[in-house]
């Protein structure tokens, strides 16, 4: 009986040995990354990135995602012209409005965007073809949602780029040395709102010689060309007087706390793209802008006393309250470096827990 036993356990050592494999583990005498393993790899990541692309611009080229920006930077940019009041600071008022414009209309984007390319996906058939054999069901949310920040991304700049202009056309007190005067600088006021029109005309007129879509070019324009007015301001000052050497007097401390809420647009856009697995748009949009709510007011839930329940709302809910540091720019302050890295990091894991859950639901999920 023990020999029996023994020559068992023997070939179960020769049978291991013969494959080099211990515990599921590659012994070192064979290659740890075979050529047709790196061939499935570069399949699977050029089937990643081909998923991506065919979403951003997707939605790149939706109306929405055009109507969405024009919303947002006209709106800025026309906050100097309405200004009454100044809170207590020159240039608050366009900050504070611009930053609001950038969440409030980023947030149907990326909600709706990611929402609606899954879906579509999902119920066209699209996903099956891309999940029979390149691509794997726990990536294959990963490429929408690389999609849609890149849109977002685009959304941030023109946003932000046109806040920069109006906290900069805002009205100051400036000292001439006899007299001190209320000043708007009215060109680049007139200039920033000019931007979209001419971005339009030309996007018009490439599509009308070059056949290139009217939707995408002027996205992706707006944002070129609101760049360019920030450049050319730097060549005269509030007051209509030109100067050869580049100055542009814009308040840079405003970029990092707009990079926050382009974080917390990620955020939400990976959320959405996961409940899209599962649930319809409508689901998906009412669920995606419910998170929203219930971060707003996650500092009053969580700091109300004790409670385990208090503990878990804090744990399950991001607070959105995290990414809203506008206060912090009053009197000429600034967001610290770290600050926005911790931020930015958050918002990444908190995208890496909504793709798996994402991943969780589509595995339930018929898609052939």
């Not at 726990?138 to 890149?150: D, E, K």
């Not at 805002?170 to 680049?188: N, Q």
């Not at 290139?212 to 050319?232: D, K």
Request: net charge positive; with cysteine.
């Amino acid at each position: 009986m023990t020999d029996k036993k023994t020559s068992g356990v023997l070939r179960v050592v020769c049978l291991t040995l013969r494959r080099r494999t211990w515990f599921g583990l590659v012994l070192a005498r064979e290659r740890p990354y075979p050529k047709r393993h790196m061939k499935t790899w570069r399949i699977m990541i050029r089937a990643l990135l081909g998923t991506a692309r065919a979403t951003f611009w997707e939605v790149a080229q939706e109306p929405s995602a055009l109507l969405l920006s024009l919303a947002a930077v006209t709106l800025t940019t026309l906050i100097p012209i309405f200004q009454f009041h100044q809170m207590g600071e020159a240039g608050r008022l366009a900050r504070d409005s611009g930053l609001a414009c950038l969440l409030m209309f980023g947030l149907p984007l990326a909600i709706m965007g990611a929402s609606a390319t899954v879906h579509r996906e999902l119920t066209d058939g699209t996903a099956s073809v891309a999940l029979v054999k390149p691509l794997p069901r726990g990536l294959f949310l990963v490429g929408p949602f690389v999609g849609i920040a890149g849109v977002c991304t685009v959304f941030w700049w023109s946003v932000t780029v046109a806040m920069l202009l109006a906290e900069r056309a805002s009205e100051r007190m400036i000292d001439t040395g006899m007299e001190i005067l209320d000043v708007k600088d009215a060109r680049l006021s007139a200039f920033a709102l000019l931007t979209p029109c001419a971005v339009l005309g030309v996007a018009a007129l490439l599509n009308c010689l070059k056949r290139v879509r009217f939707g995408v070019a002027a996205f992706f324009g707006l944002p070129i060309g609101l760049t360019l007015v920030l450049a050319a301001c730097g060549f005269w000052e509030m007051n209509g007087a030109w100067h050869w050497a580049w100055s542009a007097h814009v308040a840079w401390r405003c970029v990092p706390v707009a990079s926050l809420l382009l974080f917390a647009l990620w955020m939400y856009g990976a959320f959405a793209a996961a409940m899209a697995a599962r649930f319809g748009g409508v689901g998906t949009m009412g669920l995606s802008f419910g998170l929203f709510a219930l971060g707003l007011c996650a500092d009053a839930v969580t700091q109300g006393g004790g409670g385990a329940w208090r503990t878990v709302f804090g744990a399950l809910v991001p607070n959105a309250q995290h990414f809203w540091m506008a206060d912090i720019l009053g009197r000429g302050g600034h967001l610290p470096p770290g600050y926005v890295l911790a931020g930015g990091l958050w918002a990444l894991g908190w995208c890496v827990v909504f793709l798996m859950a994402g991943t969780m639901l589509l595995n339930r999920r018929d898609v052939g």
